[in-house]
């Protein structure tokens, strides 16, 4: 099974702009991968921010977006506000297995 | 408004089994995939299984061969039958359909 890569933490300054990025040990990450960010603030219940590489959640806002880059799934955060510090974690799919990536901790400081 | 409700969580013995339910609303379970993800205490996100539209299957290889999953479409749920639990199998439990439910714990300790 696909081992799934994330910087294990980043850190932006508020209305910085920052990307996470999300790379598959088995080669380039395609649009084929579904690829879902999933949001999870402290003792809160994860939710899915992007899904299908670039499609947001009602409630993801504006400046979150989703991309193909380089070859790996990405997340980029326009104008980073301190609400935005979370844990990011990475998500392939396709119609069988899934493989969640190790989680990219946001700092806004 | 989709809406995921788990329940069945609960401390239990290694060995022993147990199994969750997660009870959608304002979506079908029928016609979509419903997935089972776990996080061990201050750990990350870990699939586990997962039941695609069409009913095929697919299972995390740590808990293959002893987890199932499995739906009722008539009572809009899915469930996770959990067999000769491990004390690595310890963590809280979310059903997701793209929304997440707010997890049931499964501790597994003698």
């Known amino acids: 099974q696909a081992v799934v890569t994330q910087e294990p933490s980043l850190t932006v300054s508020p209305g910085g702009t920052v990307t996470l990025t999300c790379d598959s040990s088995t080669g380039v990450v395609t649009s084929g991968h579904y690829p879902y960010w999933i949001q999870q603030k402290p003792g809160q219940a994860p939710r899915t921010l992007i899904y299908?590489?670039?499609n947001k959640q009602s409630w993801a806002p504006a400046r979150f977006s989703g991309s193909l880059l380089g070859g790996k799934a990405a997340l980029t955060l326009s104008g980073a506000q301190p609400e935005d510090e979370a844990v990011y974690y990475c998500?392939?799919?396709?119609?069988?297995?899934?493989?969640f990536g190790g989680g990219t901790k946001l700092t806004v400081l | 408004e989709v809406q995921l409700v788990e329940s069945g969580g609960g401390l239990i013995q290694p060995g022993g089994s147990l199994r969750l339910a997660c009870v959608g609303s304002g979506f079908s379970v029928s016609g979509n995939y419903m997935s089972w993800v776990r996080q061990a205490p201050g750990k990350g996100l870990e699939w586990v299984s997962i039941i695609h539209g069409r009913g095929d299957t697919y299972y995390a290889d740590s808990v293959k061969g002893r987890f199932s999953i499995s739906r009722d479409n008539a009572k809009n749920t899915v469930f996770l039958q959990m067999n000769s639990l491990r004390v690595e199998d310890t963590a809280v439990y979310y059903c997701?359909?793209?929304?997440w439910g707010q997890g049931t714990l499964v501790t597994v300790s003698s």
């Open positions: 299908d590489t670039n």
């Open positions: 997701v359909f793209f929304y």
């Open positions: 998500l392939l799919t396709d119609s069988g297995p899934w493989v």
